[in-house]
């Protein structure tokens, strides 16, 4: 399913720029536009699955019309694949999930941020 006005499903049907790092059958794996660490990349399911319905379905009351271990098992999958593409798993890295309120995409993805000795993106 895609979201006519969601960048990152437009990035996913090749409609807008990106540079993509890696891929499977269910989610794509970009540089970050806005980098704040050396290494700053987005792992995107390729069909919009919004925030609200795999984040915090409980609290906003929202019936997720998905397996949440399901997702979150594949997604957390494709990361460290995505770690290991990177060669990040014998160094420091981090890993950002933004709830709705804190992001700027509904579409839900994850931030993989590595390649520097400080804390990238700010103290957690």
Same mark, same amino acid.
């Given at each position: 399913?895609?979201?006519?006005?969601? &960048?990152?499903?437009?990035?996913?049907? =090749?409609?807008?720029? !990106?540079?993509?790092?890696?891929? @499977?059958?269910?989610?794509?794996?970009?540089?970050?536009?806005?980098?704040?660490?050396?290494?700053?990349?987005? +792992?995107?399911?390729? !069909?919009?699955?919004?925030?609200?319905?795999?984040?915090?379905?409980?609290?906003?009351? +929202? @019936?997720?019309?998905? @397996? &949440?271990?399901?997702?979150?098992?594949?997604?957390?999958?494709? +990361?460290?694949?995505?770690?290991?593409? &990177?060669?990040?798993?014998?160094?420091?890295?981090?890993? +950002? @999930?933004?709830?709705? =309120?804190?992001?700027?995409?509904?579409?839900?993805?994850?931030?993989? &941020? =590595? /390649?520097?000795?400080?804390?990238? /993106? =700010?103290?957690?």
């Amino acid at each position: 399913m895609k979201d006519q006005s969601c &960048l990152f499903c437009k990035i996913v049907a =090749g409609e807008e720029p !990106s540079e993509k790092i890696w891929e @499977n059958e269910e989610f794509v794996c970009i540089r970050n536009k806005y980098p704040v660490a050396p290494t700053h990349v987005l +792992v995107i399911p390729k !069909s919009h699955i919004r925030k609200q319905e795999v984040a915090t379905p409980a609290v906003s009351g +929202v @019936n997720s019309p998905y @397996n &949440l271990e399901e997702f979150w098992g594949k997604i957390m999958s494709a +990361v460290f694949d995505v770690i290991s593409e &990177l060669k990040l798993e014998n160094s420091a890295y981090k890993l +950002v @999930n933004n709830g709705r =309120g804190y992001a700027h995409f509904e579409h839900e993805h994850v931030h993989i &941020l =590595g /390649g520097t000795k400080t804390e990238p /993106g =700010g103290q957690t």
